[in-house]
């Protein structure tokens, strides 16, 4: 298969702390660092979120634009994906960082079970976001918790309301929604495929099942995500020391199924971007 597989590196997410693991980013100048040696390593997307100074979640545009900026400066080329999700913000504030323009965002279309709360995404959030994106040139990346996610996603595509190229991540692992299910990804890829044949999909597992999922997305032939939101560690005995440490990891599971890892330019042009500059 000589299709290049895009990573992306999650860097920061809502939930994970120094507490958890050392090595997670959580200061604007600590996720441009991070971000940096997982783009050297193999990363051509970063999909990130901003903390407070107590690294409990955050919206706040001004540290999303000094990341952008610092992300811009160090790391040029790769693709820039900010976080409307719900625990750092609610209503419209989740989609406060909209106007910075980065490539891309993240938008959840439907609602579903988290560990300890229903995450909720309402159809006129859900639309009011879709049409910041719009108003923006940000293409979202549609992460899917369940299957009628997918579904809403290729329909709300073919009716004009999300902008860009229709790009879908299964999400699979978190507790009370979509488990970690090997006939549940196939038909994942089988409704794709059959429906939305031209979009792109990749796949995030939670934990441990990262690196399952890793592999599952790569040996199908889609896109990939990894990074210390999704999980802390290398193994039940060791914490990751790096999100870099991840993406090479990720990278030598495309080596052994003869994937070429794809290049920022490569990702831009697989999702119908500009190049960077244009």
């Given at each position: 298969?000589?299709?290049?597989?895009?990573?992306?590196?999650?860097?920061?997410?809502?939930?994970?702390?120094?507490?958890?693991?050392?090595?997670?980013?959580?200061?604007?100048?600590?996720?441009?660092?991070?971000?940096?040696?997982?783009?050297?390593?193999?990363?051509?997307?970063?999909?990130?979120?901003?903390?407070?100074?107590?690294?409990?979640?955050?919206?706040?545009?001004?540290?999303?634009?000094?990341?952008?900026?610092?992300?811009?400066?160090?790391?040029?080329?790769?693709?820039?994906?900010?976080?409307?999700?719900?625990?750092?913000?609610?209503?419209?504030a989740r989609g406060g960082m909209l106007p910075l323009a980065p490539d891309m965002a993240s938008?959840?279309?439907?609602?579903?079970?988290?560990?300890?709360?229903?995450?909720?995404?309402?159809?006129?959030?859900?639309?009011?976001?879709?049409?910041?994106?719009?108003?923006?040139?940000?293409?979202?990346?549609?992460?899917?918790?369940?299957?009628?996610?997918?579904?809403?996603?290729?329909?709300?595509?073919?009716?004009?309301?999300?902008?860009?190229?229709?790009?879908?991540?299964?999400?699979?692992?978190?507790?009370?929604?979509?488990?970690?299910?090997?006939?549940?990804?196939?038909?994942?890829?089988?409704?794709?495929?059959?429906?939305?044949?031209?979009?792109?999909?990749?796949?995030?597992?939670?934990?441990?099942?990262?690196?399952?999922?890793?592999?599952?997305?790569?040996?199908?032939?889609?896109?990939?995500?990894?990074?210390?939101?999704?999980?802390?560690?290398?193994?039940?005995?060791?914490?990751?020391?790096?999100?870099?440490?991840?993406?090479?990891?990720?990278?030598?599971?495309?080596?052994?199924?003869?994937?070429?890892?794809?290049?920022?330019?490569?990702?831009?042009?697989?999702?119908?971007?500009?190049?960077?500059?244009?």
């Amino acid at each position: 298969m000589t299709k290049p597989c895009i990573i992306c590196v999650a860097i920061t997410g809502s939930l994970p702390t120094k507490a958890n693991n050392p090595a997670v980013p959580v200061t604007v100048e600590e996720q441009i660092e991070s971000t940096h040696e997982a783009f050297e390593a193999g990363a051509s997307i970063v999909h990130a979120h901003v903390r407070n100074d107590d690294q409990t979640p955050s919206s706040d545009p001004e540290k999303f634009a000094r990341l952008k900026e610092g992300l811009e400066k160090h790391c040029p080329g790769m693709i820039i994906q900010f976080s409307t999700g719900g625990r750092s913000g609610a209503g419209q504030a989740r989609g406060g960082m909209l106007p910075l323009a980065p490539d891309m965002a993240s938008l959840s279309v439907g609602s579903n079970n988290f560990p300890t709360r229903v995450y909720e995404n309402p159809p006129d959030l859900v639309n009011w976001l879709a049409s910041e994106m719009r108003q923006y040139n940000v293409t979202p990346e549609i992460e899917a918790f369940d299957l009628s996610h997918i579904l809403q996603a290729i329909r709300m595509h073919g009716e004009g309301l999300l902008p860009g190229k229709l790009y879908v991540q299964f999400v699979m692992g978190v507790k009370n929604a979509m488990p970690v299910d090997r006939d549940v990804f196939d038909f994942y890829v089988k409704t794709m495929r059959d429906r939305a044949p031209h979009a792109e999909w990749c796949a995030a597992g939670i934990g441990p099942n990262q690196i399952v999922v890793n592999e599952w997305s790569i040996a199908a032939g889609g896109h990939t995500r990894t990074g210390l939101e999704d999980n802390v560690r290398l193994d039940r005995d060791t914490l990751a020391p790096s999100n870099a440490a991840l993406v090479r990891r990720t990278v030598e599971l495309c080596d052994r199924y003869e994937r070429p890892v794809a290049t920022w330019r490569q990702a831009r042009e697989i999702l119908q971007f500009s190049p960077a500059g244009d």
